[in-house]
């Protein structure tokens, strides 16, 4: 009640009631504990949070009720509610969010337009600062290191210290989403190490991270800061080893931990006061509802932190999940930022839309931007390392083998012959019938290996077949990718030695062995990177290719076998060691955050069909350290489902980079506002290219009348399953053997 009268007296007379709110109302903003004297009195020990929430509902009522009218006064009210955005109470918390939310889109970007009130021209002088270092990250003043680093930052690495430090100084959370490889651990551990230095008496700082990079942290830290700045430990291990780490924690001033585990041990991190939460790959908590996200969102903090390369990658209701780790509140329910932001800009890129959705769609975008810009700070590779050289990316084409021909053609048959028996309903099929169907022709484009069990209705006929030619399913032409891989390490002069051994035998002619040692002069020595998604195929890799067919390739693996705590010896034993050819990886283990220069060429034999995964993967080599020219090469089978689907992901993966390489950002943003323009409305050209791309994919062989809706959600659906390490196919199998008889 009193909170509705101060807001109509604000509607009244906004200058007189305005200069009541600053001088008396705001100041109970900051009751935290013991008795706290302002202009209205003094307030006691037991009513602190009543009274921060009275004082924060106040200030929203009078923000509601003056709507465009608050603008001069906007200002004033920033700094004091951006204090409480951390409030350990959760109602201040939300209020003061979403009050702070309202007030962003409202500041002008002309702070001069309107004239300052009278009696509050010193206050909102010295606020002012604060809001051109807000919405002009170039103006937030240089931060000194007074600790030892060993190693000089670059000028980007030493504005994105200055950004952090801005966060830190007024108690904001923001997510550093740089460009993959441009070293957010480095930018984020000066932070941490320059906080600790000034406040000796924080608490520690906790960094959650996938397992593969909890080696990684702990060694950046030790190879950048000596103890006595930043003392760091590794929370991993058994529940019992866990439970002798606990008492070693408070001797530490950074925890590192993966997500898993944080999961695991919630009570024990829950019951601490951190200083620092950084959450590193960040995006693994898009999805709000996995029990990682809950786990995480239930750790307190003086300071929030997310690094992630690629914040958003399907939708852009993703960015409130994190936001909802960063600021609860400040989006509003999930609910309410679908309703406002995430339906109206999906609905202006459906190819029906109209005029009034692309308006309300536009709408909704720039709302969001306003909203969120400040808190992202993002930088691209090509704007910020001149000297990094190129990253050449090629689609290497490969036709199916026989085999695989027979197993895609009798699958086919069998599928239209289903649909065609149930052609009388209208709808779609189930999307977790297309799913499995999707996962088996993938499998049956990489190698016949992954679904020729026994429970295949084939799997005599082939077992027959193979007898009959006096070969096996190890021969590697019966899997189209594999001799194509041989073929490019070949051209990558990894594994010659072995084919030149094999041309000597065979009593090659004067002029070929002439040519053979031109070639080995040619060829540099290149190292490469060789991703799979399934554990499974990794096994076909080695053992059908490696072993067998270029026995003198040294190689090392890096998947989800190897002990999360053994990883990083691994990573740092490729990169020393040059005579080590190559290195097979998970895309789910060595795709994210791990340094891997120590190659120059990366190969994809499978590939997520969200693209976003990839190019994670692939900077793993084309990042800060790199010398050599990095080349990309995706293996892809013609004429295939997997080619008909890359190809919406290339062209997707296209727009997005020709949008973020529009010039419409200031530079004062540092291109953050480019981060949202993967979501900028299309132009009629674009629309009608994607309707192309929606008719092609209707006539996916063998996967008749798949609707776009069902493609739409397969990047959502992968990441549900995230890489198992073999899909069991044996009851999508049962249905084909069952559909045969």
Not at 302 to 328: A, C, Y
Not at 626 to 636: A, E, F, G, H, S
Request: net charge neutral; hydrophobic share 40%.
């Amino acid at each position: 009640m009193a909170s509705r009268c101060i807001a109509t007296l604000a509607t009244l007379d906004a200058e007189k009631t305005m200069v009541h709110m600053i001088r008396s109302v705001i100041p109970l903003l900051e009751t935290t504990g013991g008795e706290r004297k302002c202009s209205s009195g003094i307030v006691t020990p037991n009513k602190v949070d009543s009274v921060r929430q009275g004082a924060a509902e106040a200030l929203t009522c009078v923000v509601e009720s003056l709507g465009v009218q608050v603008i001069p006064y906007a200002v004033l009210f920033m700094v004091p509610l951006l204090g409480r955005m951390s409030d350990q109470n959760q109602a201040v918390r939300l209020v003061c969010s979403a009050t702070f939310a309202t007030l962003v889109q409202l500041l002008p970007l002309d702070p001069g337009a309107i004239a300052d009130p009278p009696d509050l021209v010193q206050e909102k002088t010295q606020e002012r600062k604060f809001l051109d270092q807000l919405l002009n990250p170039r103006n937030i003043p240089n931060t000194e290191l007074p600790i030892p680093v060993a190693a000089e930052l670059r000028s980007y690495q030493h504005q994105g210290l200055n950004w952090l430090n801005f966060l830190n100084r007024y108690h904001l959370h923001g997510v550093l989403c740089d460009d993959m490889g441009l070293g957010k651990t480095l930018q984020t551990l000066c932070i941490l190490a320059l906080d600790h230095h000034r406040n000796s008496q924080a608490p520690a700082s906790l960094v959650v991270c996938p397992p593969t990079l909890t080696g990684h942290w702990v060694y950046e830290a030790e190879k950048f800061f000596k103890v006595r700045d930043l003392s760091v430990i590794q929370y991993a291990g058994t529940p019992q080893e866990r439970e002798k780490l606990r008492p070693r924690v408070s001797h530490h001033r950074l925890i590192v931990a993966s997500y898993d585990i944080v999961r695991k041990d919630i009570e024990f991190f829950e019951a601490h006061q951190w200083n620092y939460c950084v959450l590193d790959e960040g995006h693994v908590i898009k999805n709000g509802k996995t029990k990682s996200a809950k786990a995480v969102k239930r750790l307190h903090a003086n300071h929030r932190l997310i690094l992630s390369g690629t914040p958003v990658q399907n939708d852009v209701l993703e960015l409130w999940s994190l936001f909802d780790f960063l600021m609860p509140g400040f989006l509003g329910s999930e609910k309410q930022f679908a309703a406002r932001y995430s339906r109206p800009i999906l609905a202006c890129r459906e190819p029906k839309a109209g005029p009034k959705e692309q308006e309300a769609g536009a709408l909704a975008m720039e709302a969001l931007h306003r909203q969120v810009l400040p808190f992202l700070l993002r930088r691209n590779k090509e704007d910020v390392l001149q000297d990094l050289p190129p990253k050449i990316t090629q689609d290497y084409y490969c036709d199916l083998s026989p085999l695989q021909r027979i197993l895609y053609e009798d699958f086919r048959t069998r599928h239209s012959a289903l649909t065609s028996s149930g052609s009388s309903s209208s709808s779609d099929p189930p999307s977790g019938h297309v799913f499995e169907a999707l996962r088996y022709l993938r499998n049956v484009c990489n190698h016949p290996k992954l679904v020729l069990s026994q429970r295949h209705p084939l799997y005599q006929t082939v077992c027959d077949m193979l007898k009959q030619q006096q070969s096996t399913l190890a021969e590697i032409e019966h899997g189209a990718k594999l001799p194509a891989l041989k073929q490019l390490l070949l051209d990558c002069g990894i594994g010659q030695q072995q084919q030149q051994q094999a041309r000597s035998n065979s009593s090659v002619t004067a002029n070929l062995a002439a040519e053979s040692a031109q070639e080995q002069q040619l060829v540099s020595q290149h190292r490469a990177l060789i991703f799979c998604q399934l554990k499974a195929m990794l096994d076909i890799v080695e053992k059908d290719l490696l072993r067998t067919h270029l026995p003198t390739v040294t190689y090392l693996r890096l998947d989800g076998s190897v002990p999360a705590a053994q990883r990083h010896s691994v990573v740092a034993r490729f990169n020393a060691d040059p005579s080590i050819d190559v290195l097979l990886l998970t895309t789910q283990v060595g795709g994210l955050g791990l340094n891997l220069t120590g190659a120059d060429t990366v190969i994809f034999v499978e590939h997520d069909w969200n693209p976003m995964k990839d190019l994670q993967a692939m900077d793993r080599a084309h990042r800060i350290g790199q010398k050599k020219v990095v080349n990309v090469y995706r293996l892809i089978t013609r004429s295939t489902v997997e080619e008909k689907i890359m190809g919406l992901q290339k062209f997707k993966l296209l727009t997005a980079n020709t949008i973020i390489s529009t010039e419409n950002a200031s530079l004062e943003t540092m291109a953050t506002d480019q981060l949202l323009d993967l979501f900028s409305l299309d132009n009629g050209k674009e629309k009608r290219t994607d309707h192309q791309e929606d008719v092609a994919l209707s006539k996916l062989p063998g996967l008749p009348g798949i609707s776009r809706s069902v493609l739409d959600i397969l990047p959502e659906l992968w990441e549900q399953q995230q890489y198992d390490d073999e899909y069991d196919l044996d009851s999508f199998l049962s249905t084909l053997k069952a559909d045969s008889q």
